[in-house]
């Protein structure tokens, strides 16, 4: 059975006269799809929920475990030692009677699965009702897969920073039997958590006796891990068992001595009546699992997951036009191809002309800057406004190319601007382009060939120099806007809606000038609680007092800023902005990166100094301002993974460093976290310790199919205070260039002639 | 994997328009219907939807000369196209055709057979059937292997080796735009990397120009089938 197939959207038509022929009436017809439709969810993606993208088949226990109701591969509360699809992301929401947790987790290697989860946990004690709000990170990694007699066998730490509400480890080991895996037989032992009853002393105490003890948690603040915890104290065993009993129903019977309740609330009744937990689960196929159990001889309780991977788009193909095709030229005659074409009065206008049809044919989807021409070399300079995969939007450069130039012109180069700047030159033989294109793997054999060098390395081309209409660009917007806040301690969700008036002008010669007002409509925000004012001995509160952002002002100024773009030597880029660069801060923002274009590591160095703006959106400043600034290092790790580590003073004025890691894929997805160390002390810093986050993007083409760069996701912060904060400034370099070099290129490369 | 679509109002509309075909045939100037039938399929079971046929009907040998260029007729089931296209670039040996809009493209070999797609979603994007076209102009029954490149779910070239069969299938004779045409037939059945299996199917002319075939494009849009035209 195929994936079910998309019904084609209205392709656009591509503009410019394509009719070839008269003799014809037009011979198109497309006729609505006899396919089934994507179910209405792929349409509109909204934050959690998503779709298991793939086959509506259900798979066996082997190939696609349950989600426990921590998010986790297992059963009900317990662990099996089986992993999810590679890249997997799995969003799990599971609750009973005053506990809830809702859980994010990401297998971000093929054998280890992380998790982020956030927890409403309500103890009734004979008096009172004690309600937290938790935040915990999970890691699980299977580190022995089945093979022969042998089990898989995996490990892993629940809420291993965090307030320790449910911290445990585990070695957990996982037999599937039956022909088609249809039994799945479990059975480990945990620590912490995971043994409350029935313990017994640990045998690890065998390699040394301080495992035997486990150090009392030190509560504090929550927020740092714990290592000295790790497998140390009395130890349970916990078991399960999973049946397979329809080709969508999973039966699950699991012993477990766990107790998922915090030490310091022994006065509270949270009474476990029976050892062993009983659930079933459903298959929804693309919908996802639902799970009905009973657990503690007492409780029913619900769990709902749903995963969706980046490497199974919603779409599966491009729904639009195809390209410009590509002609070889004629023979060369034999003294060559006519070079006095140069020279021809209204050249440069013919020429003009054609590149800017020829973008108009391509769908409009990139904008001339300018075209330097000589006999025998052309430098095109684009604008890439719509095409996610830049390396599409080179070859679509290509074929223009290919087809207004005349044969001489031998030598194809290609410079994507954005704010005004050079990004890179790209260099590619129209012999190549002809020979390569219909190529299998053409794709690669062509950007093997390309150079890709710093704009300024060689100069353009003086013969003929045309200017697009491109050289100052106006765009404004108007559209309404959804801002989130959350894991606020009292309120997990708040959110205002309103409108956002947006304007942007390039003046040409790197000037940028942008802005955004905000004006919400109706929401909650203004009832985000002020987190803990200002400290004595704490840092200065240069982000918890965003309540009082949120309460002051009904619209405000987002940012206003003016900003000057330069490539002042061979790889090298800097910006100034100044104005109001964010909500919080107003004041001057510098930066300098060097990036070289065939490189994986870029540096920069960003110095800013800003005032605190008041409360009100307006145009008013605080008394407060600070020096800041960071030198970075961007590095491509390789496999996926690209790196991120910047030291140097923040807002608060602090003094550390943050370093962010995250799992890209070629198609723009991307998903990382990341953590921050200052020199405010974790007891200075409050709740959670240090500033850390999970970071998620998500490429709206991969939802449309269609040609589009737009991109949605965010920063999910457990809790945003003081120390550690960096100022969120627009713009920044290396977002702006990187996509432009070799190394983003050859990822997209497979996009080239498409 | 071949994607089979028979649908009921295709099959009503193409029995409605082959009875008012007989009752209404004009003579020379409009093609065989019954030929037509055969053209795109093997018996009834695989016939044109009634707009493809709409179009090779109005494909005369008039409107072929003025023309001037050869023509193909283009039908993907999977996302209910039919369409007329017509050469449009040549380079590296293989042919670039695109319909009236330029929304839609295959590219072909010299001979006609497929080398990649584009504007069909899921796209054919390059292939190396070198094997395949050598074997169909030596007219030679036997083993042969193609590169079949799509892209993956992270837009990365994934590049698959398939091992076909080419046996010979008997012959028939085509009469396209009023020209008559004495070609083999040749099935070639090949084998994919999840051990799926797809059969393409080429009608050779006596100067080795394919001259109607059907064609896997990929596993999500299954096959393309085309009829080339000449003036």
């Known amino acids: 059975m195929h994936p079910p197939l998309p019904a084609p959207a209205r392709l656009r038509y591509a503009g410019g006269d394509r009719r070839l022929w008269g003799a014809f009436h037009d011979g198109t017809m497309l006729r609505r799809a006899l396919l089934r439709r994507l179910p209405l969810p792929s349409a509109a993606l909204a934050g959690a929920v998503a779709l298991i993208a793939g086959g509506a088949l259900a798979q066996s226990l082997r190939d696609s475990p349950t989600v426990n109701s921590y998010g986790l591969p297992g059963l009900l509360d317990m662990p099996t030692a089986t992993s999810f699809d590679n890249a997997n992301v799995t969003t799990t929401v599971f609750g009973f009677d005053g506990i809830y947790h809702g859980t994010l987790s990401f297998q971000v290697l093929p054998d280890v699965t992380v998790s982020f989860r956030y927890s409403d946990l309500t103890y009734q004690t004979r008096n009172t009702a004690f309600e937290h709000w938790d935040r915990s990170f999970d890691i699980h990694w299977q580190a022995i897969t089945e093979d022969g007699w042998w089990p898989s066998v995996a490990v892993g730490a629940r809420d291993f920073i965090g307030t320790g509400f449910l911290s445990g480890e585990y070695v957990v080991a996982t037999r599937h039997l039956g022909s088609r895996d249809q039994v799945a037989v479990t059975a480990g032992i945990g620590w912490g958590r995971f043994a409350d009853r029935n313990t017994f002393t640990n045998p690890l105490g065998a390699i040394d006796p301080r495992f035997e003890t486990r150090p009392d948690r030190t509560i504090g603040q929550g927020g740092e891990a714990e290592l000295d915890q790790f497998f140390r104290g009395d130890a349970a065993v916990f078991a399960g068992i999973e049946w397979q009993a329809t080709e969508d129903l999973r039966l699950q019977l699991e012993y477990s001595n766990a107790r998922f309740v915090d030490d310091s609330l022994s006065t509270v009744d949270f009474v476990i009546d029976s050892d062993i937990n009983l659930g079933l689960t459903y298959d929804l196929g693309q919908w996802g699992q639902v799970s009905a159990q009973y657990l503690y001889g007492n409780t029913i309780a619900l769990r709902y997951a749903v995963a969706v991977n980046p490497t199974r788009p919603a779409v599966p193909g491009l729904i639009a036009d195809a390209p410009i095709p590509v002609a070889a030229r004629p023979a060369p005659p034999a003294h060559g191809y006519d070079r006095a074409w140069v020279a021809a009065p209204g050249a440069a206008t013919t020429l003009r002309d054609a590149v800017e049809a020829a973008l108009l044919t391509d769908g409009g989807a990139m904008t001339l800057v300018g075209l330097n021409v000589d006999a025998d070399r052309a430098t095109l300079r684009l604008r890439n406004l719509a095409y996610p995969q830049e390396a599409m939007a080179l070859g679509r450069a290509l074929r223009i190319m290919a087809a207004t130039l005349p044969a001489s012109v031998e030598m194809f180069e290609v410079i994507f601007v954005v704010a005004g700047l050079d990004t890179s030159r790209v260099r590619v033989a129209r012999s190549d382009v002809e020979r390569n294109l219909h190529q299998a793997s053409g794709a690669g054999l062509t950007m093997a060939l390309a150079e890709v060098e710093g704009a300024r390395v060689v100069s353009d081309p003086a013969t003929l120099e045309i200017a697009g209409d491109d050289a100052s660009r106006f765009t404004w917007g108007l559209a309404p806007y959804l801002e989130l806040s959350l894991f606020d301690p009292e309120n997990p969700l708040l959110y205002d809606v309103g409108i956002a008036a947006s304007a942007r002008f390039e003046f040409g010669g790197g000037f940028v000038a942008s802005a955004i007002a905000h004006l919400p409509v109706f929401g909650t925000l203004g009832e985000a609680r002020i987190v803990d004012g200002v400290q004595p001995g704490g840092p200065f509160p240069v982000r918890s007092e965003s309540a009082l952002y949120h309460q002051a002002s009904d619209g405000y100024i987002d940012h206003l800023t003016l900003s000057h773009y330069a490539t002042v030597a061979p790889d090298i880029h800097t910006r100034l902005t100044f104005g109001y660069l964010e909500r919080m801060f107003a004041g001057v923002s510098g930066e300098v990166l060097w990036h070289p274009a065939r490189s994986d590591i870029a540096f920069g160095l960003e110095v800013n100094h800003v005032w605190r703006r008041d409360f009100d959106g307006g145009f008013g400043v605080q008394d407060y301002d600070v020096t800041t600034g960071h030198v970075s290092a961007y590095i491509d790790l390789g496999n996926d993974f690209e790196a991120q580590l910047d030291l140097g003073r923040y807002l608060a004025g602090d003094w550390g460093g943050t370093f962010a890691l995250e799992r890209t894929f070629d198609n723009g997805w991307r998903v990382g976290a990341f953590a921050t160390l200052t020199d405010v002390s974790f007891e200075e810093f409050g709740e959670g310790s240090f500033d850390k986050g999970i970071t998620l993007t998500v490429p709206l083409h991969w939802l449309t199919g269609t040609q589009t760069r737009r991109e949605g996701g965010g920063t999910i912060r457990p809790l945003w205070r003081d120390g550690g904060a960096r100022l969120d400034v627009d713009g920044r370099l290396y977002d702006l260039v990187s996509d432009y070099q070799r190394p983003n290129l050859v990822e997209t490369e497979g996009t080239l002639w498409r | ?231």
């Open chain 2, 1 to 231: 994997m071949i994607t089979a679509s028979l649908r009921a109002p295709a099959l009503l509309a193409a029995l409605t328009l082959s009875l008012s075909g007989c009752i209404g045939s004009q003579g020379r100037d409009l093609p065989d219907l019954g030929t037509l039938r055969d053209t795109f399929g093997l018996g009834g079971a695989e016939t044109l939807g009634p707009s493809a046929l709409d179009l090779a009907r109005a494909t005369t040998p008039q409107s072929m000369a003025a023309l001037g260029s050869d023509l193909l007729i283009v039908e993907v089931p999977a996302l209910g196209l039919a369409t007329r296209m017509v050469p449009v670039g040549t380079t590296g040996g293989v042919t670039s055709w695109q319909d009236d809009a330029g929304r839609h493209e295959v590219a072909l070999s010299q001979s006609g057979v497929l080398r990649s797609t584009r504007g069909m979603v899921a796209d054919l994007m390059s292939s190396d059937t070198g094997m395949t076209e050598a074997a169909l102009a030596a007219r030679r029954p036997g083993n042969v292997a193609r590169v079949m490149v799509h892209l993956d779910g992270e837009l990365r070239d994934s590049p698959e080796r398939h091992l076909c069969e080419i046996a010979r299938q008997g012959d028939a004779t085509l009469t396209l735009a009023g020209r008559s045409y004495a070609t083999a037939i040749f099935r070639e059945t090949c084998l994919a990397e999840d051990d799926s299996a797809y059969v393409n199917r080429y009608w050779i002319d006596a100067d080795g120009m394919i001259r109607q075939s059907l064609q896997w494009i990929s596993p999500e849009i299954g096959e393309v089938r085309m009829a080339r035209f000449s003036p």
